[in-house]
């Protein structure tokens, strides 16, 4: 599904999303697609906090240290681990981790920070 969808759109993004779906695939369908959903919230989570960051750094303050940057970016992990146990999504945690660090270093540069939700290179 994920190459013939692909195919359709032409994003040349299949292969990551044929992971995503291989990853959630679990003994039963029902848990395949519980855990769907799972990190379908925590890429979203991580993703609009990633944005956050962006948003604060292209139009508040951007630290042109790349390590002072990557120092800070490290930091805010801590208060996206605390809210996924306080919203009780603990499964996700890593994800929303790593969704969070892919757009904000990945997209630091960006011109437009809401403008990495079109792009599909992350």
């Not at 996924?84 to 920070?113: A, R």
Request: charged share 15%; net charge neutral; glycine share 6%.
């Amino acid at each position: 599904m994920c190459f013939l969808v692909d195919t359709v759109r032409s994003s040349n993004t299949a292969f990551y999303a044929a992971i995503a779906a291989i990853l959630c695939i679990q003994r039963t369908p029902k848990d395949s697609l519980r855990e769907a959903l799972n990190r379908e919230i925590a890429t979203i989570i991580g993703g609009l906090w990633g944005m956050t960051v962006l948003l604060f750094e292209k139009n508040i303050y951007f630290i042109p240290c790349e390590i002072l940057r990557y120092l800070c970016l490290s930091i805010l992990l801590i208060p996206l681990i605390n809210f996924s146990v306080l919203i009780k999504q603990e499964k996700g945690t890593f994800l929303m981790c790593v969704v969070f660090l892919c757009i904000t270093v990945t997209h630091g540069t960006d011109g437009s920070p809401p403008g990495f939700w079109s792009q599909q290179d992350c």
